[in-house]
């Protein structure tokens, strides 16, 4: 592992079953969870039904991440610019957030799951700040998984709000360093995640995660997010170990990076 707990021998055993270097396992990975709309259009269904289809991807997503040792798994469910949707599709994936954590908290609790939010949390209606809260602290014990629900987030948002917070400190420029805006940002106490996967196969970011994912390896994929499973997460992972990272420095021949 990067860093992080030491694995169980549950987790050795998978990575040996999935050809993964244990050694190498992220421990943080990010997804951007896209494709609902189109899975559900082809097959004539409605778009929520397509949100719906995604729940089932986040819960195997979590048991594939706890599977390997991943210590945070964060999760784009919910970005700024989605609140443009139509009011129907956004009351639908508000209803769809309660619903789910309702019926997932306990399972994830026992699982061991700590579940966490970054966003804008006061902007999504009052029954799911209350599901959540009740959720977070529900589970604030837990330490084998961080769950982190990206909710009505965007990067650029979190850092309009970490230059607020910090002119608000009063702080001289001179004290201004990069340490310093991660902690202001939502995800403060967070190592960045080292792989960022998108599926649905648009390559892009959409205002998720920009300064935290500066140095993460991207894997982007084809499959639409109801569609992802177990195996396309190891998929992810067996590609971010294949990536060669470098971060500016050179590697030696025993493919370290060098560092001064
Ligand atoms: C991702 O699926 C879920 C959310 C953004 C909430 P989409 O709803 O964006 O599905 P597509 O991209 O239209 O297929
Ligand atoms: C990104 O997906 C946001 C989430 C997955 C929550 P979108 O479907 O909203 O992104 P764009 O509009 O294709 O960039
Ligand atoms: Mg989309």
Redesign the pocket.
């Known amino acids: 592992m990067l860093v992080g707990n030491p694995m169980n021998a549950q987790q050795l055993e998978v990575c040996e079953v999935q050809g993964l270097n244990a050694s190498r396992i992220p421990r943080h990975v990010a997804i951007?969870?896209?494709g609902n709309g189109r899975w559900a259009e082809e097959r004539g269904e409605s778009r929520v039904f397509g949100h719906m289809h995604g729940v089932e991807a986040v819960r195997l997503s979590v048991e594939a991440a706890m599977e390997l040792g991943v210590r945070h798994l964060t999760l784009?469910?919910?970005?700024t610019?989605?609140w443009n949707r139509p009011k129907e599709e956004v009351a639908a994936l508000m209803n769809l957030l309660v619903d789910t954590l309702v019926k997932e908290v306990r399972e994830l609790g026992n699982k061991g799951v700590r579940l966490r939010t970054i966003g804008d949390i006061a902007a999504l209606p009052e029954i799911c700040q209350t599901q959540l809260k009740e959720a977070e602290s529900a589970t604030k014990q837990n330490e084998g998984l961080d769950l982190i629900l990206a909710l009505s987030y965007s990067s650029k948002w979190e850092m309009v709000e970490a230059i607020k917070q910090l002119i608000d400190s009063g702080i001289s420029p001179e004290k201004v360093t990069a340490e310093c805006v991660s902690d202001h940002l939502s995800t403060k106490g967070i190592p960045d995640p080292e792989l960022m996967i998108r599926t649905s196969g648009?390559h892009?970011i959409?205002n998720?995660l920009l300064w935290q994912l500066a140095y993460a390896e991207f894997h982007f994929t084809p499959t639409l997010w109801p569609d992802f499973k177990k195996a396309s997460f190891f998929d992810a992972v067996r590609d971010f170990q294949n990536r060669e990272r470098r971060f500016g420095g050179l590697l030696d021949t025993n493919h370290n990076v060098t560092v001064k």
């Open positions: 951007i969870m896209d784009y469910a919910f970005s610019e989605n648009e892009r959409s998720f």
